[in-house]
Structure formats: structure tokens, C-alpha cells
């Protein structure tokens, strides 16, 4: 089992408070674009809580006033093998740092992810997402684009074996 005090995260636990901050984090289009298909001028609560509805769990980091938040889903795309599990919909509060923010967010999924059993966590990125093509780069990602059976195209897909990713440790 998960449970939050392992974690200095939220884990399928967000309050009001916390919607209305992720909410705030993207507010054009443009930006919606670089995280969801869903078409909109920003990123909505109704819209959220629909990515809450289909995902197996969110993540918000950290926990007291999260800095980023995703979504672990073996449903959006198609053809994804068992032992997958795609980390959607990663947004990290403009205010901070992008790179040490989003890093800590994709360390926690990977915990969650293996605790589940999955052997990959993977992930797509919009061509014109320059702060999630550098987060792919830093994490040292394989990058799977055309040659993966679950690949939907206009995206740069990524994977990691998390078995080889970097440890991390969260004091429990």
C-alpha cells in the first residue's frame, strides 16, 4: 500500500485549494495544448477531474502546496503494454523551478509505478514542449517516437526501464 506519510506528496488527494493552484498554472491555450488534447482557454477543474476519472492515480508534489502534478494512466493510449504505465498530463507551477520540480514529480511516479509492478514508465511530449523535451533529455529518456506500437502521432514519445532509473529516497 501507498500511503501519503512515506511520501511528501498527494497521492489521489487533492483539495479545492490544490485544483485551483494547478489550475492557475495553465492559463492559455497554448499551454493546455503542451499538456492535454483538451481544447480549452486554460486548464479548467472540470477538465482535472476528468484526467483524475481516467487515471489509475494523480500525483501532486510536494505535499503541503504542490509544486507539480501528473497523472499515471494505462488507458490513454491505445496498444500500451502491460508492463507500461504512461505518466500524463505533467504540469509544474511556473513560479518554480521546472527542471528540479518536474524531476521530483517523475521520481515519485516512478515509486508509485514500481510499487504497482510496472517495469516502464512512459510518456509523450508535444513537439513544441521545450521544457518537456529538456526534462526527457535530463532524465536520460529513450526516446521510442515511430517505433512503439502504442506511438500516437504529433507526439515525441519516452520511455525509462525504472529498474535503471535514478534512486530516490523519501524517508520510509
Known sequence: M??????????DQLTIEDIAAICSWVQTPEILHRVSGDIADCLTP???????T?????????????AAFCTLSGQEAPDLPKNHIEMCHLIV??????????YQ?????RSVAQKFGYEY???????????GLALAKYLTAEEV?????????????????LS?????YYGC
Not at 501507498?2 to 497521492?11: F, M, P, Q, R, V
Not at 502504442?150 to 514519445?157: E, K, L, S
Not at 535503471?164 to 530516490?168: H, P, R, S
Open 105 to 109: 514529480i517523475v521520481t515519485l511516479a
Open 121 to 131: 514508465l512512459c510518456g509523450r511530449v508535444a513537439h513544441g514542449n521545450k521544457y
Open 2 to 11: 501507498i500511503t501519503n506519510e512515506c511520501l511528501d506528496a498527494k497521492i
Open 46 to 52: 472540470d477538465i482535472l477531474q476528468n484526467w483524475r
Open 164 to 168: 535503471q532509473m535514478k534512486e530516490a
Open 54 to 66: 481516467i487515471a489509475l492515480i494523480t500525483l501532486a508534489s510536494p505535499a503541503g502546496k504542490p
Open 145 to 161: 517516437t515511430g517505433t512503439a506500437p502504442w506511438d500516437i502521432g504529433g507526439f515525441r514519445w519516452f520511455r525509462m526501464k
Open 93 to 102: 507551477d511556473p513560479c518554480r523551478n521546472y527542471l528540479r520540480n518536474g
